[in-house]
């Protein structure tokens, strides 16, 4: 790794983001979106976040921080499209150099709001907006993955409202205290939608066609996540991912399902 930046990214809780750079091997851009094949690791990372990319995500993120805490994102998704699409524009991805998880979370929010009536155009840029989000932020991607492991379509088409406060009940358990309370903020938010009858209704509906094997973490996406230290992913602490990753053998996988 080379220490290349003058200046420290203000967070230092992470440690192979923003001020420093692994050697890279390879680009992999044929298949299953653009993967960063870096020396010494065992699995590539996914998505290419440029700084231009993340400043203009962290700007997004901002924008939504700020309607979430005013509970008003969904009260004029037009607005907020016009607002956020020419900041993220730029960095949208073709759709084969795209995750599957990105591609995946994509068609669902698309597939809800069609279903609660929104305009197409209107509902395309809104999904591709949060999902280019989850393809850059690596960060925020990871603790949904993590989510997502510890559920199934089958218990949130069942009792969405429940599913949704316990994961993210999950997610204050493992996470650190700041970003977690941007989660809670969310989980209030949908948990209020949920008392709504037509949005439990079409999240329902939408969720019949997700693949959610493509939003859950995969072998390359478990090792990284146990290489975090801002986060406890699948509930283990820094101590036992370290053992964890000194103990497995990552070629025949990773055994962290519920």
């Not at 607002?83 to 068609?107: A, M, N």
């Amino acid at each position: 790794m080379f220490d290349i930046y003058e200046n420290k990214s203000g967070n230092d809780q992470i440690a192979s983001e923003t001020k420093q750079v692994w050697e890279m091997d390879r680009i992999d851009c044929e298949s299953g979106g653009i993967k960063l094949y870096l020396k010494g690791c065992d699995y590539p990372q996914k998505g290419w976040p440029t700084h231009e990319a993340l400043f203009a995500v962290n700007a997004v993120k901002k924008i939504i921080l700020v309607l979430v805490k005013r509970f008003s994102i969904f009260m004029n998704i037009e607005s907020f499209n016009v607002i956020c699409w020419g900041i993220i524009s730029p960095y949208v991805l073709r759709f084969k150099y795209q995750q599957e998880f990105t591609k995946e979370l994509d068609d669902f929010i698309y597939k809800f709001l069609m279903l609660y009536g929104v305009k197409d155009e209107i509902a395309s840029k809104f999904s591709t907006i949060i999902s280019h989000v989850f393809e850059y932020d690596w960060a925020y991607r990871m603790r949904l993955q993590d989510l997502f492991n510890e559920t199934n379509s089958v218990k949130l088409y069942k009792y969405p409202r429940k599913e949704m406060r316990r994961l993210l009940e999950l997610n204050r358990v493992r996470d650190f205290k700041e970003a977690s309370d941007k989660f809670k903020m969310f989980a209030r938010l949908v948990s209020w939608a949920f008392f709504i009858p037509k949005v439990k209704r079409c999240f329902r509906e939408a969720l019949k066609s997700v693949d959610f094997k493509k939003l859950q973490p995969d072998d390359g996406d478990k090792y990284w996540m146990l290489c975090r230290i801002d986060y406890n992913p699948f509930g283990k602490t820094e101590a036992e991912r370290k053992k964890m990753l000194d103990e497995y053998n990552f070629v025949k996988g990773i055994d962290v399902t519920i």
